[in-house]
């Protein structure tokens, strides 16, 4: 089983920038696939951006300003988040596939999430 614990969401103007982290438990998730998706109200959940074991990918609307990066001494994934517009508001959640495939943008493809954490931008 793997444990996923999301923190550094909050509240920020627009423009401004946050840093999530992601910390693993139970395994080492080095070899995992991980992903970061997000939530707003009465919206479905969105994929926002993956990195498997050497490779990125990004949702259209967050390329050029987010960037996921991993480091697996401290079993933590990262997204760096800047130039941040208040339609990035949502609950941000952290997840887990060992293998994920080609449907990576599809949350049912991850095994594990942790419990979500809140970013707001204000305009």
Avoid at 41 to 54: C, L, Q, T, W, Y
Wanted: proline share 2%.
């Amino acid at each position: 089983q793997v444990q996923l614990a999301e923190s550094g969401g909050g509240l920020v103007q627009a423009g401004g920038s946050l840093r999530l982290s992601c910390a693993a438990s139970g395994r080492t998730v080095s070899n995992y696939d991980m992903g970061w998706f997000r939530q707003a109200p009465g919206k479905e959940r969105e994929f926002v951006a993956r990195i498997s074991r050497s490779n990125t990918y990004y949702a259209d609307s967050v390329k050029g300003r987010f960037t996921i990066s991993r480091d697996n001494a401290k079993n933590t994934v990262y997204l760096e988040m800047n130039s941040l517009k208040p339609e990035d508001t949502a609950v941000y959640y952290c997840a887990a596939s060992w293998l994920v495939g080609s449907d990576y943008e599809r949350p049912h493809r991850y095994d594990y999430w942790g419990q979500g954490t809140q970013v707001t931008v204000s305009s």
